[in-house]
């Protein structure tokens, strides 16, 4: 699917002929539509249309600008938190890393890039404290300014390994595909990502990850209140697990899925086709919606 859209808010990506844009709407070939006030999408016929919430942006001053050019990159390591971090196609083929934050971000913030590999390690705030994203008349609203707010954006041309380790808040949002994801969250940093093919995700605390596409077997472990979603994928295995208050809501479907629930959150998966292992204990509910 191709980037047909972006405003600073939304990616809105597809694989149906776009027709015209006229501002309020995306208009395609085939009659769909998507509402750019709104968000809400009308699709006609064969063929997806994918919206990607874009990490929102505080009114920060005194902000410093950097540009710094990058090698062939082929994974890339994420650890800390206070900073949003966009993974993009490259522009004309080069690789790059663009930095914008405070003084206090720069001072905090270490890079090193060795054989393919890009490590970045940006600075924590210490806030655990998250309230989650304020919607007002169906619009997200920006968050606070912070002393240590920071944004990268990473162009490269592809990206098969990515490994994240955060500690603090936060959001990462990436266009390309990744092969293989390994991610640990403790604190409330948010993921959205469009496609992955194996994911090894372990959430500890409030945060949150979106996953458009799932193409691999995969394991997914929330211990307290964070949330995963994952709209689509058909894979062969998959290993749902929840300790707490969060949730897991999985539209794949699987020959074998592996689901373990404590507490009062829940588990809600698509389809399983062969056989699926359950342990539960506590209020909580785990549903799976078709079998066979």
């Not at 027709?19 to 016929?45: A, E, P, Q």
């Not at 539209?251 to 404590?262: H, I, R």
Request: proline share 2%; hydrophobic share 35%.
């Amino acid at each position: 699917m191709k980037k047909l859209y972006e405003n600073g808010e939304v990616a809105i990506f597809s694989d149906k002929e776009l027709l015209n844009n006229n501002g309020r709407c995306l208009k395609f070939t085939d009659g769909s539509i998507v509402d750019l006030y709104d968000y809400s999408i009308t699709n006609f016929g064969v063929g997806e249309i994918e919206i990607l919430y874009l990490p929102m942006k505080p009114d920060q001053d005194n902000l410093i600008i950097q540009r710094r050019s990058l090698g062939l990159i082929d994974s890339i390591s994420l650890s800390g938190g206070s900073v949003n971090i966009y993974i993009v196609w490259s522009e004309n083929n080069e690789n790059y890393i663009d930095i914008t934050g405070t003084e206090k971000f720069l001072k905090g913030l270490r890079l090193s890039e060795s054989r393919g590999h890009l490590e970045v390690q940006t600075p924590n705030n210490g806030s655990y404290i998250f309230i989650g994203e304020v919607w007002v008349n169906g619009k997200r609203q920006k968050p606070d300014p912070d002393p240590l707010y920071g944004e990268i954006t990473i162009g490269t041309k592809q990206l098969n390994n990515l490994q994240l380790i955060s500690k603090g808040k936060g959001n990462v949002y990436s266009e390309l595909p990744i092969n293989q994801l390994n991610s640990k969250i403790n604190g409330s940093m948010t993921l959205n990502l469009r496609e992955v093919g194996q994911a090894n995700v372990s959430i500890s605390g409030s945060g949150g990850v979106t996953i458009n596409s799932v193409l691999g077997n995969s394991l997914f472990n929330i211990s307290g209140s964070g949330s995963i979603t994952i709209k689509k994928g058909i894979v062969d295995e998959v290993s749902l697990g929840v300790s707490g208050s969060g949730s897991i809501n999985a539209m794949v479907s699987v020959k074998k899925a592996y689901l373990d629930l404590s507490g009062s959150g829940n588990i809600v998966l698509d389809h399983v086709k062969e056989v699926s292992q359950e342990k539960k204990s506590g209020s909580g509910i785990i549903k799976v919606l078709r079998r066979g």
